[in-house]
């Protein structure tokens, strides 16, 4: 039994071709923060013929299973990257959608005391910071590239 099975019955999910398939797409590291409409695309320039709907329910089957998290970022469309990874935040670039992933000891030992301090016992939260590339030939090479 292939990594791809295990984790999709661990999830209680039956293994499906799409499945499968989206799966894969996903575990490629060029793909975190991807879109569904993303991963649709990058499926038809595989030749594989698995609808737009289907990309929606199996990501949000995935969601729901813990497999992936969803991100709501700047701009209106969800992304989503694989779950299980160490907790990390998000730089967001508002001009081309770069987002840059960063842990910081710091902030996080701020937000248990602020939270704390407010008699809140914190169980989950994501720190999304929002601006634009410095760089901006960079930051126009990266929309070009994501056009």
């Known amino acids: 039994m292939t990594d791809h099975n295990l984790e999709l019955k ?3 999910l039956k293994v499906t071709l799409p499945r499968i398939k989206i799966l894969e797409i996903l575990q490629s590291p060029d793909n975190q923060h991807i879109s569904a409409e993303d991963v649709y695309k990058i499926l038809l320039d595989l030749g594989e013929e698995i609808g737009l709907a289907t990309v929606y329910r199996v990501l949000n089957q995935f969601d729901d299973a813990g497999i992936v998290n969803r991100h709501h970022f700047e701009g209106g469309k969800s ?3 694989l779950s299980g990874s160490t907790h990390h935040d998000h730089l967001v670039c508002l001009k081309c959608g770069k987002v840059v992933e960063f842990e910081d000891e710091m902030i996080e030992r701020r937000q248990l005391e602020i939270s704390e301090e407010n008699g809140i016992t914190l169980t989950n939260h994501s720190l999304y910071l929002y601006g634009e590339c410095n760089d901006k030939a960079a930051c ?3 929309s070009d590239a994501n056009s």
């Open 140 to 142: 126009k090479e990266f």
């Open 10 to 12: 661990k999830a209680g």
């Open 79 to 81: 992304v989503f990257e």
